[in-house]
């Protein structure tokens, strides 16, 4: 599940929890206690009397009273003697008839619970069959409605499923725990024009004239979690594509056929690569995406049939400088680690979302190279250390949380992905893959733990991995580097002193690490390898002068922080000569701060020329922290000769450092001509910084314009936002409301946020909380945390209790743990 594009866990609250947890090794750790919320407990698989073998689901779909019938018959296999009743997890369902082997049965039903009794003990090994006839009605989770109304006419009539984590219980009966692997079927039966997609193989699909109805009949026979289960409903168009005989299908809604094209596309290249590499061929019997109208993530890897968010489907402007690649491969990359192997339980959901992040990136190496592959990394890098500083750390895998969705954050997609990164790094290319396929031969088909892992890639490699997993995915933080370098001329010697300088506790200790040193001297470059292992080390080697550079993880292969100072010479060659786009990067980033003469002619030479877009991007960025009017002169020409569509974003976006009528003047005149969305959407967001009295004419204009998921109306508004102007948060509530987009919606709302303090905005923050779409309430809840205003308390709490979406019950409960922190 990606969920990047609607997360981003960068609040803070602290709270109180006592609890430890023990490492493979038996290593003593704690973790921060703000991610364990009060009332975390230690979670564990739940015990199994029975394993479920197979699940047949009839569904009959009502789509204008928003509600279905079901018979879900399961078969079940007694695990020890004398079990005498099996429990369902099955949440605000109408049971109308339970039957265990075709008897009618009694049972019990509470507390979300249906418990089947049986007339007489089954014996080990066993098998019964248990029928459950239910209906639901308008379902809170698990299964989602999405029509036309009063304030979206125009929106399509469809129903999606949504199981990860603990949600397929509120639209069908099972053991909703994803150690308990089974093969399905779903037979579902809409009306009339409508298409039905699910899980495996499309046994037969057939139609019924008298009632107006169609019935589509899927089969998974490969074992799989409960959660992975889907359905999705609409009038969809089908884009068939194959690989290596099998269907690729793209489901989406007529009249957007050339856009899932321009979205998914590359599957068939993804699903090549991943076959390949990982050692085990795409095992099911199709591969199917379908865009979802107002889904509330970015995908869902449901097996072989992920669901999408429609949102990822591009238009040809869109497409000219954004990709859905990254989501298709995610989704796709799960379909081995998520699916084929599933986490044992959720503490170890690394195994599912580290995986298939970094997978991604592997993609995208082999896809578009070296460069984007580094830049995805040190994306990765900095989403994880931003919320490691300002909202909590933990170890990757802990058992302690309040409910499972609490784990799905930066530790758990970008911090995990970079420690397989230093995984891959430390072992090498042939025993990385080869550890890989290991570790899917081995236990394809099953739940897994990390222990799994560990002992596959101790076979395949012969390599002792214990202490690399000890402190980087049991433990918890990352080293924090100090280095210090100097010449000793009389040795001819280059001294270089380093130091671990992050607190250590019982949290994080210190690390382990075998890294490199570069130094270019005027015979050319030289690698010294060294084992940090201690607080302070001093290294010394010998070279034939000084070094004109020296670089530290030279292949930014440690996630880590790194304090070493340079003196300018040495920034001015790494931007030039540096091999690594990270490095050129990082030397921008340095030259900024230092602003001189030759700082700024090298930052010039790098946004014109520098052979990757991220380093002119950055080079720009760079030269508008100076808010120099040199500077302001290289970016506006800049602009006059650069193409790349992200640098010229960049270039927008450092233009807003400059103030004068000049500035907006130029602006003005060349934003309305870029080919791209993002480019013209950055130049609105600097008109708006640069002239607050000139600004809203063009942005009134550009709130009438129509753009890819409204990015042009968005930006328009952030543009009113920047202004400061508080005669614009009228025009801001009115965007709140519904029959705008939801994504404009949410633009609106994080647009309030600037306006901290304006007593008409929080009223209507606290309506927002209740909006019927996840998102927007999702969104309004941060900017009530981020205000602070105890008013919001009370409609806050009413948010962390009943049937909701874990990850709006936690930033309620965040947000109610700060503000109440704040007034006490």
Same mark, same amino acid.
Not at 490 to 519: S, Y
Not at 522 to 547: A, M, Q, T
Not at 639 to 658: C, G, M, Q, T
């Given at each position: ?17 006592n609890?430890?947890f ?11 206690s ?21 699940? @047949? ?5 009502? $789509? ?17 003697d ?8 099955a949440?605000?369902?109408?049971? #109308? ?11 019990r039903?509470?507390d979300g ?18 029928d459950?006839?239910?209906?639901? +009605? ?56 409508? #298409? ?6 499309l ?5 019924n ?43 989406c ?16 290249l ?51 400088d ?5 989501l ?8 081995w ?11 170890h ?20 190279? @070296?460069?984007?592959? $580094? ?14 500083k ?9 058992k ?18 970079? =420690?397989?990164?230093?995984?891959h790094?430390?072992?090498g290319?042939? $025993? ?7 570790? +899917? ?35 918890? &933080? ?20 380093v130091t ?7 949290e994080?200790?210190?690390?382990t ?21 201690k ?10 002068s ?11 292969a ?10 300018e010479?040495q ?43 991220? =380093? ?6 760079a ?19 650069l193409?790349?569509?992200? +640098? ?36 609105? @967001?600097?008109?708006?910084a ?9 942005? @009134? ?5 129509d753009?890819?998921?409204? =990015? ?12 400061? &102007? ?5 025009? $801001?509530?009115?965007?709140t ?19 901290? &303090? ?17 998102? +927007?309430q ?6 009530l ?5 105890e ?34």
């Amino acid at each position: 599940m990606l969920l990047r594009a609607v997360l981003d866990f960068g609040l803070i609250a602290p709270v109180e929890s006592n609890f430890e947890f023990m490492s493979c090794r038996g290593r003593q750790a704690t973790w921060d206690s703000r991610f364990a919320l009060k009332g975390s407990l230690p979670h564990y698989a739940p015990d199994r009397a029975f394993d479920t073998e197979h699940i @047949r689901l009839e569904i009959s779909v009502d $789509l204008r009273r928003e509600r279905f019938r079901g018979h879900c018959r399961t078969r079940l296999r007694a695990i020890t003697d004398g079990v005498r009743e099996m429990t369902f997890d099955a949440v605000n369902f109408k049971i #109308t008839g339970v039957r265990w082997n075709g008897k009618k049965s009694p049972y019990r039903y509470n507390d979300g619970k249906i418990t089947v009794e049986t007339k007489s003990p089954v014996k080990e090994g066993n098998r019964v069959e248990v029928d459950i006839f239910y209906e639901v +009605v308008k379902p809170k989770l698990g299964l989602y409605f999405i029509r036309p109304s009063r304030a979206y006419p125009k929106n399509p009539t469809q129903v999606w499923t949504q199981g990860e984590d603990e949600y397929s219980r509120y639209w069908f009966p099972c053991f909703d725990a994803p150690h308990d692997r089974t093969t399905t079927e779903v037979v579902a039966t809409v009306p009339f024009g409508f #298409t039905a997609v699910s899980n495996g193989r499309l046994l037969r699909s057939s139609h019924n004239p008298r009632r107006k109805t169609s019935t589509f009949h899927w089969r998974q026979d490969i074992p799989h979690a409960t959660y992975l289960v889907t359905l999705t409903v609409g009038r969809f168009s089908v884009i068939r594509d194959s690989w290596k005989g099998k269907p690729v299908l793209y489901y989406c809604e007529k009249g957007r056929e050339g856009d899932a094209r321009r979205a998914f596309s590359k599957t068939p290249l993804m699903l090549e690569f991943f076959s390949k590499n990982i050692g085990t061929s795409y095992p099911y019997a199709k591969y199917a995406q379908i865009a979802a109208a107002d889904f509330i993530y970015g995908g869902m890897e449901n097996t072989s049939a992920t669901t999408q968010t429609d949102g990822a489907l591009l238009d040809k402007r869109a497409s000219l400088d954004y990709s859905s690649d990254e989501l298709v491969a995610h989704e796709l990359a799960h379909q081995w680690f998520g699916d084929y192997l599933t986490c044992k339980d959720w503490s170890h959901a690394w195994l599912n979302e580290s995986f298939a992040t970094y997978f991604d990136a592997l993609f995208k190496r082999h896809d578009k190279g @070296r460069d984007e592959f $580094l830049l995805a990394l040190r994306v990765n890098a900095d989403a994880y250390l931003s919320e490691d500083k300002d909202h909590y750390r933990r170890s990757i895998v802990t058992k302690v949380f309040k409910r499972p969705t609490d784990l799905f954050d930066r530790h758990l997609y970008e911090k995990g992905s970079l =420690v397989l990164h230093m995984l891959h790094q430390f072992l090498g290319e042939k $025993l990385f893959w080869k550890g890989i396929s290991t570790y +899917v031969r081995k236990n394809r088909g099953k739940a897994v733990e990390t222990l799994d892992l560990i002992n596959a890639l101790e076979e395949a490699t012969g390599r002792n991995l214990r202490r690399f997993f000890d402190q980087w995915v049991f433990g918890a &933080g990352h080293p924090e580097f100090r280095v210090r370098s100097w010449w000793d001329a009389r040795k001819k010697e280059i001294c270089l002193r380093v130091t671990q300088i992050h607190a250590v506790n019982n949290e994080t200790g210190l690390f382990t690490v075998d890294t490199e040193f570069l130094f270019r001297t005027g015979k050319g470059e030289k690698r010294e390898k060294v084992r940090i292992d201690k607080k302070s080390h001093l290294f010394r080697f010998r070279l034939d002068s000084e070094p004109a550079l020296v670089l530290f993880d030279p292949d930014h292969a440690l996630l880590k922080k790194l304090d070493f100072p340079k003196p300018e010479f040495q920034w001015l060659l790494q931007l030039e000569k540096d091999q690594n786009p990270l490095g050129r990067i990082d030397a921008a980033q340095a030259l900024g701060k230092l602003g001189s003469s030759k700082a700024v002619e090298a930052l010039r030479h790098a946004l014109l020329s520098d052979k990757f877009w991220a =380093v002119r991007a950055e080079a720009a960025r760079a030269l508008g922290s100076l808010a120099s009017e040199e500077g302001s002169e290289i970016l506006l020409h800049s602009l006059d000769i650069l193409e790349h569509p992200k +640098v010229r974003r960049a270039v927008y976006a450092a233009l807003k450092s400059f103030r004068g009528r000049r500035m907006y003047g130029e602006i003005e005149k060349r934003f309305r001509k870029e080919a791209s969305y993002f480019a013209e959407a950055e130049g609105l @967001r600097a008109l708006g910084a640069l002239n607050p009295h000139k600004a809203p004419e063009v942005l @009134r204009a550009a709130l009438k314009t129509d753009s890819w998921n409204d =990015v042009l109306r968005s930006a328009a508004l952030e543009g009113f936002a920047a202004t400061k &102007g508080r005669q614009w948060i009228p025009l $801001l509530l009115a965007h709140t409301r519904p029959g705008h987009s939801q994504k404009l919606r949410m633009a609106a709302i994080r647009c309030l946020a600037a306006f901290e &303090g304006a007593p008409e905005i929080q009223p209507r923050l606290i309506e927002l909380a209740n909006d019927p779409y996840l998102l +927007v309430q999702i969104a309004a809840v941060r900017v009530l945390h981020q205000t602070g205003d105890e008013r919001a308390v009370p409609a806050l709490k009413k948010l962390m209790a009943g049937d909701r979406d874990g990850r709006l019950k936690r930033l309620a409960e965040e947000a109610v743990e700060k503000i109440t922190k704040n007034f006490e």
